[in-house]
């Protein structure tokens, strides 16, 4: 492959890479079943025993309405930050252990696939209704690359796309050999996203996108096929605010990365005047919120410790 992964200021700071979130999944049942659980009651894994609920990093929209949410519910628990990788590797270990946590959770998502878990009700709303991934660009990009432009416009899968590549990296697969496979067994849908494309000459462009998951999968496809027409493709992994700083100063000329209307909400708000919104790249169901495993005897928000 010939994209690199290279940070574009000292201030994007890079995040974890994907490989620390998939280390452990593989050793569990379907349920996380290790025969090492709690005792028969369930007990071990109260919701009365959480003292946390089990972040990303701060900033992302899923971490402030998780904070919302302990206000909104006077809840006696607060939200500890950290990444998606800790977070995975928390929630398979209190899995392994039949342990009870809350995490901040996101579809599409391979731990959905890797474990029995269910998104906690919220009854008051304060994780919304569905979002949506949005590709977008900075100012200038249709006129200075229109070949890149017209890919990054066509560009449009399923969730079922990119949760076969989501799994088979978390199952140890290289993010761009699980993304090449999945080029390889489509040709007819990559056809659709470069259909009457012009061929260009090692023109560089630079891909910016957070290290989710999901993200990880769209990104490293859409660089395989921008590759495939000429491009060097440089791919970046940032936080979530200097994504939207890198885009909107133009250091930066594209990501398929942007979640609406909430988990990137803030950050759209203050730089939508500097990006261009190519509109949604993914047919599926979108949605954050606090998520537990199935074997928690819980079901909404409210009945998680309060005040």
């Not at 940070?7 to 025969?35: F, I, K, Q, R």
């Not at 006696?76 to 209190?94: E, H």
């Not at 998104?119 to 590709?135: A, C, M, N």
Request: hydrophobic share 40%; charged share 25%.
């Amino acid at each position: 492959m010939k994209w690199k992964h290279v940070g574009m200021t000292a201030s994007l700071t890079l995040a974890v890479t994907l490989a620390a979130c998939g280390d452990d999944n593989g050793d569990t049942g379907e349920n996380g079943d290790t025969g090492n659980g709690g005792d028969d009651n369930g007990s071990s894994a109260s919701a009365e025993d959480l003292e946390v609920i089990t972040g990303i990093d701060a900033g992302a929209g899923v971490v402030e309405a998780a904070e919302d949410a302990v206000e909104e519910y006077n809840l006696a628990i607060d939200v500890q930050t950290s990444s998606g990788a800790v977070m995975t590797q928390q929630l398979g270990d209190a899995i392994e252990n039949e342990e009870p946590i809350v995490v901040t959770g996101w579809t599409p998502h391979w731990k959905f696939t890797t474990y029995d878990l269910k998104y906690l009700e919220d009854p008051e709303g304060v994780f919304g209704g569905e979002e949506s991934i949005h590709t977008m660009t900075r100012l200038g990009l249709e006129e200075d690359m229109p070949e890149a432009h017209q890919v990054l416009d066509n560009f449009f899968w399923h969730e079922d796309d990119m949760g076969e590549i989501m799994v088979e990296i978390a199952e140890g697969e290289e993010e761009e050999v699980a993304a090449q496979n999945w080029v390889d067994a489509n040709e007819d849908t990559v056809a659709e996203w470069t259909d009457g494309v012009d061929e260009v000459d090692g023109e560089s462009i630079e891909l910016v996108y957070v290290q989710w998951d999901s993200e990880v999968a769209s990104t490293n496809v859409v660089a395989i096929v921008l590759e495939s027409i000429g491009y060097d493709v440089t791919m970046t992994s940032v936080e979530n605010g200097p994504m939207w700083e890198a885009l909107s100063s133009g250091e930066a000329d594209a990501s398929t990365a942007a979640w609406l209307p909430l988990t990137h909400g803030s950050f759209y708000e203050d730089h939508q005047d500097d990006v261009v919104d190519l509109g949604e790249n993914l047919e599926g169901s979108v949605a954050i919120g606090l998520v537990v495993p199935e074997y928690m005897d819980i079901d909404s928000i409210e009945e998680l410790p309060t005040n």
